[in-house]
């Protein structure tokens, strides 16, 4: 407060406003609550904040070694992927049952209600925002892995978009687009492209600050749409117009 009052006085002088050089210094402070515990809980707060890094890392490293010696790795990875998504669901429905437990815990003669219900919601802010991203992460890594298997729906699915695309294709080369040598191309290198596209949107993914659900989303329907353009300029020079291709 007294930083904000003080840059606020030195704008209203530079403007031209001597009077706000008489406005004093303000260096108050406000106790929000007291309590003798508040050392052990930051010092346990930072505990768990460190854990939880570390914990994660473990939990990652371990889904991976699950996945790699599964005899099925794309069984695997869905199986994974569930598992983590209902893991959040679960601790998302923990924390709510804990405010709950908390808030009638805390004596208002300590703390009014809402004053803790804003203390504790803002404690767990991140954690419930990392929830949420984790979720619709492991949700999107469990859909794609069972779009990529050899069930009859991820392949019924997988033939109903080709056959979308190549229906895309036969009206644009009716309508006279050619994509010519670059189709030819992407074509060639098609498998590097998308590669390179998953590459792309995982790195994107792990850089961004704080990620959350509709980030995850969002970069999820721009890789589609990518995936989607390389399927729709690749031509096998040998394909006639409206051919599904079956690479």
Known sequence: MAVFIQTVKAQLVASGFTLAERIPEVNASFVLFQSADITRARSAFN???TLGIWLLIVTLILLGLRVYVAKDHRRALVGAAVGVAVSMVVLALAL???????????PASVLPHDAAAVLYDTIVRFLRLGLRTILVLALVVAAGAFLTGQSVTAVRTREGLARAIASLQGGAEQAGFRTGP???W???????????AVTLAALVLVFWGRPTGKVVLGLTLALLVVLAVIEFLGRSPGRQPGEVSTS
């Open 47 to 49: 505990l768990l904040n």
């Open 96 to 106: 709510a049952v804990f405010r709950s437990i908390y808030l009638d815990a805390v």
């Open 182 to 184: 670059v189709g030819a």
């Open 186 to 196: 992407v074509y060639s290198n098609k498998r590097a492209l998308r590669i390179g």
